[in-house]
């Protein structure tokens, strides 16, 4: 199997919120970091997703040019074309979409695949997230309540974000009091009368709980988990449905314990974001190569250097393998590690 169909893809998520688990979503900027997930995934018998943000997008497209739709759709075809070797299902989603790109990334995308579709075939991505945590959430949800019914009409799934999540990402930043890291049982209200529970389209809800973007030293982030569950429990009785109605998404989850993880997964988290890490796994292997082989890599005092050590592919293998080791290692957190549909 290759990339989930939009069936394939609601089956996985149902099947890690019965089973307790997550899924592994990892950012990618080139095909050597879709090759690297490909490869972990494989390794690890496990399912998963591969998402790109804006930047991501703008990287795929040549750095030179302003292209970023073009460049999120290379990306998956790059996917659709490669997966189908690797012997795990995987679903390509495209990560945090702010206001002000709207208009160069997700709405384009949502065309296109909304003319594939139109035509017979399937949605070009199987989700995207909508990243209104910038602004009002008023707004936020008005924006989420257009967006849905278009991506329910192509059985694509809707991803939003109700909360803050602090830090960086991709030109995304968030910076404020500390109160504003914790979603309120109240604002997941509004978002539930809004968007429903299901029967208007499927979403996830990335709520947050103390999520910082990036890498941070141990203490500075007071990450708490156990929120997830008092907002589960809050829209259940609110809403008069079974235990855990809400699938979530965790962001900003680089440095977290694994009990920090595992509390999050057992309040209903079904996908993780994971990005800073695997970036570090990645550079810090091919940093390694170069320091170890730097009379390879260089021409030194007139010498010719080493052809099988300069050669992209020999430190691109390195870094490949290590990032891969990292997706190996997520999908041990999460629970998600030989889970795989394919099997």
Sequence with gaps: MSVATPDQYSEMLSRAKQGGYAFPAFNVSSSQTINSVLQGLAEAGSDGIIQVTTGGADYF????????????????????????????????????????????????????????VKA?????????MWDGSAVPLDENIQIAQELLPRM??????????VGVVGGEEDGVTHEGSNDALYTTVGDVTKAVEALGLGEKGKYISALTFGNVHGVYKPGNVKLRP????????????????????????????????????????????????????????????????????YDGVLKLDGDVGNKKKYDPRAWGKVAESAMAARVVEATKQLGSHGKSISA
């Design 61 to 116: 497209a040549g750095h030179t040019v302003k292209a970023r739709a073009t460049g999120a759709i290379a990306m998956a075809q790059y996917v659709r074309t490669v997966a189908a070797s690797y012997g795990v299902t995987v679903a390509v989603h495209t990560d945090h979409c702010p206001k002000d790109a709207l208009d160069s990334f997700l709405l384009p995308l949502l065309e296109a695949s909304e003319e594939q």
């Design 120 to 128: 017979g075939g399937e949605p070009i991505f199987n989700s995207h």
């Design 152 to 161: 329910h009409a192509i059985n694509s799934i809707l991803e939003i974000e």
């Design 226 to 293: 156990e929120l997830l569950g008092e907002i589960q429990a809050g829209i259940a009785e609110k809403f008069g449905t079974s235990e855990k109605p809400l699938d979530l998404v965790f962001h900003g989850g680089s440095g977290s314990t694994v009990q920090e993880i595992a509390t999050a997964v057992a309040n209903g988290v079904i996908k993780m974001n994971i990005d800073t890490d695997t970036q570090y796994a990645f550079t810090r292997s091919v940093a390694g190569y170069m320091f170890e082989n």
